[in-house]
């Protein structure tokens, strides 16, 4: 059985923590990493971009919509996703809106976030 653990926090406070402090985090994301990758419980895992760079995707009587950013009913539950490649955000729109669940929820289309390599 998988699960995908989603990572929530309030990303306005990133910004402003100490490099010290957001350096000795990631650090702490590297080794649990490692750790998990090393007993097998490891599947894939990405950073995502900030919420900014979320576009929802709905489909109400046949019509497309779209918002920017996260801006899901608060009724609405994650209740899973689908890790795609597409050329650019439009055509992710465009894969997004055959998800069947866009039609009675939302999905959420939120770039991943590249990570420099050192």
């Not at 990133?14 to 599947?43: C, H």
């Not at 955000?89 to 009675?104: E, F, H, K, S, T």
Request: glycine residues 10%; aromatic residues 8%; contains cysteine.
């Amino acid at each position: 059985m998988k699960y995908l653990c989603l990572i929530y926090s309030d990303e306005s406070i990133w910004p402003s923590l100490p490099k010290a402090q957001t350096d000795s985090m990631m650090a702490e994301y590297g080794q649990f990493t490692e750790d998990i990758k090393r007993n097998g419980q490891f599947v894939g895992g990405n950073r995502l971009q900030p919420t900014g760079a979320a576009t929802t995707v709905r489909i109400r009587a046949g019509k497309l919509s779209t918002t920017d950013g996260p801006f899901a009913e608060t009724k609405e539950q994650l209740g899973g996703y689908y890790l795609i490649d597409a050329k650019d955000l439009n055509d992710a729109i465009q894969v997004a809106a055959r998800i069947p669940g866009a039609r009675v929820g939302s999905i959420e289309v939120r770039p991943i976030a590249e990570t420099p390599h050192t």
